[in-house]
C-alpha cells in the first residue's frame, strides 16, 4: 500500500486567534492536523483522540448519516515551509470534520447533549453559522469579480460570544474576566436561586474560582468566602439558560439553529438595530440597570427610558410593574412601546415623554383580543 504524503502545508484562521496546520495530501485530499481539527472544534486533543476512536458517541447517533466511518489518516509530511518535515502526523479530512460539526450542531440545537460536551456543541453551532456565511459571502463576491480573502471572511463571520455579552452590557466586578453571581443575575434578571441550581446542574463543565478576601474586600463584598465565575462560562451560563437575555444571546449566535427566540424577543433584537441607528451618538445602552431593574433601552443624552413589550406583557404582575415604573420615572422619561410599532407612533410618544410620565403606546386589554397589526397606532395613551 502506497504511503500517503502531505505535500503542502498551510496555516488555517477560521476564528480569530486559532491557528490550525492544513495540509493538501498527494491525492489532493484536504485535510487538518489532529491537533489542529481539536483547537477548531474547542476540544482537547486527547479528547478528540477519544471520541474519533470511540465514533459516533451515542448522543449524537440521531444527527449523523448511518454508517459514517472515521478514518484517522497517518501522513508523511513532505512539504518544505513545514517544521515537522520528514514526520508522519494523523490527520482528519474534510468530511469527518463536516460530520462532526453538523453533528454536534443538531445535537446542541436538540438538547441532547451531556452536560460535558454542551460547550462542543456551541463551538460547532457557530462554526457552522460561520462557515454557511463564508461560503455565501465569498462566492457572491467571486461572481462579481472579487477576489475575497476567505480566512478574513470566516473570522468576520464568527461571532465571539465573550464580546456579545459584553455588547450586551455585561460587566465583571473583580476585572475583565471574572464576574460574581450578583453580575450574572443583574445581567439575566433571575434570582439568584435560579442560577445556583443551574450551577448545580452544571457543576462538570462550569468551575467555580475561589476568591480571596482581599480580592472580595477590593469590589466593595463583605463575605468571607465568595466564588467567581470566569467569562467564558459566564456565556456558558447565558446560553444556557432561557431567560429573556439568554434567548436574545442564543438567537444573535445561532440564527435559526433550534426554537431559541420568542417572536417579541426576535423583535427587540431588531428594534436593537433600528435604535442604534436613530440615536447615534446620543449614548444609546441595553439592558441597562436602573436600581434593581433593567430596562431595555436607555439613551442617556435624553435621559430616556425605553421598554419594548410584547404579548407576554399582559400577564406580568401589575403591582411590581407599577414599583418599577415609580422607580424609573423618578429620574426619567419612560416610554413602553408594542414590538410592532411604527416608527413614526414611537417618536411621537417620546415627544410627549417628559421625567415623572409613562407613555403607553399600546392598549393591554386590546392586545389581548387582537392580532399584532390590527394595533392602531393613535390609541397611544398618556399616564
Not at 182 to 198: A, M, R, Y
Amino acid at each position: 500500500m502506497t504511503e500517503r504524503k502531505a505535500i503542502y502545508y498551510g496555516q488555517v484562521e477560521l476564528i480569530q486567534g486559532i491557528v490550525c496546520d492544513g495540509y493538501v495530501l498527494d491525492d489532493n485530499m484536504a485535510v487538518m492536523s489532529e491537533r489542529g481539527t481539536a483547537d477548531l472544534l474547542g476540544m482537547k486533543h486527547a479528547s478528540l483522540q477519544s471520541v474519533a476512536v470511540n465514533w459516533p458517541p451515542k448522543t449524537l447517533n440521531s444527527f449523523i448519516d448511518k454508517g459514517f466511518s472515521v478514518a484517522v489518516n497517518s501522513v508523511e509530511v513532505i512539504a518544505d515551509n513545514n517544521p515537522h518535515k520528514g514526520r508522519r502526523i494523523n490527520v482528519y479530512d474534510t468530511s469527518f470534520i463536516e460530520s462532526f460539526i453538523r453533528g454536534y450542531a443538531l445535537a446542541f440545537a436538540n438538547e441532547a447533549l451531556r452536560p460535558n460536551q454542551q460547550h462542543i456543541g456551541k463551538r460547532c453551532s457557530i462554526l457552522a453559522c460561520a462557515l454557511i456565511k463564508t461560503v455565501l459571502d465569498t462566492a457572491i463576491k467571486q461572481a462579481c469579480g472579487l477576489s475575497p480573502n476567505i480566512q478574513q471572511t470566516a473570522q468576520k463571520n464568527y461571532i465571539d460570544v465573550v464580546k456579545l455579552i459584553k455588547d450586551f452590557g455585561f460587566t465583571c466586578s473583580v476585572d475583565d474576566d471574572i464576574a460574581i453571581k450578583k453580575d450574572i443575575t443583574q445581567f439575566l434578571n433571575v434570582p439568584e436561586s435560579t442560577l445556583n441550581s443551574f450551577l448545580r446542574k452544571h457543576q462538570t463543565d462550569i468551575k467555580p474560582i475561589k476568591l480571596n478576601s482581599a480580592t472580595i474586600r477590593s469590589f466593595g463584598g463583605k463575605a468571607s468566602r465568595m466564588n467567581g465565575y470566569h467569562l467564558d462560562d459566564v456565556t456558558k451560563i447565558a446560553l444556557g439558560m432561557d431567560s429573556v437575555i439568554g434567548i436574545d444571546l442564543k438567537k444573535q449566535v445561532f440564527g435559526q439553529i433550534g426554537s431559541f427566540a420568542k417572536p417579541e424577543t426576535s423583535a427587540e433584537v431588531q428594534w436593537q438595530k433600528v435604535l442604534s441607528s436613530v440615536f447615534e451618538g446620543f449614548d444609546l445602552h441595553f439592558n441597562y440597570p436602573i436600581g434593581t431593574y433593567k430596562v431595555d433601552f436607555f439613551v442617556a443624552k435624553l435621559m430616556l427610558v425605553l421598554e419594548c413589550n410584547g404579548y407576554c406583557h399582559r400577564y406580568y404582575n401589575a403591582t411590581e410593574e407599577k414599583a418599577r415604573e415609580k422607580l424609573i420615572t423618578q429620574k426619567y422619561s419612560l416610554v413602553r412601546f408594542h414590538h410592532q410599532v411604527s416608527l413614526e407612533t414611537l417618536f411621537n410618544g417620546i415627544l410627549q415623554a417628559k421625567p415623572g410620565t409613562t407613555v403607553k403606546l399600546y392598549d393591554l386589554e386590546r392586545l389581548g383580543r387582537e392580532m399584532p397589526f390590527n394595533i392602531n397606532p393613535l390609541n397611544a395613551q398618556m399616564v
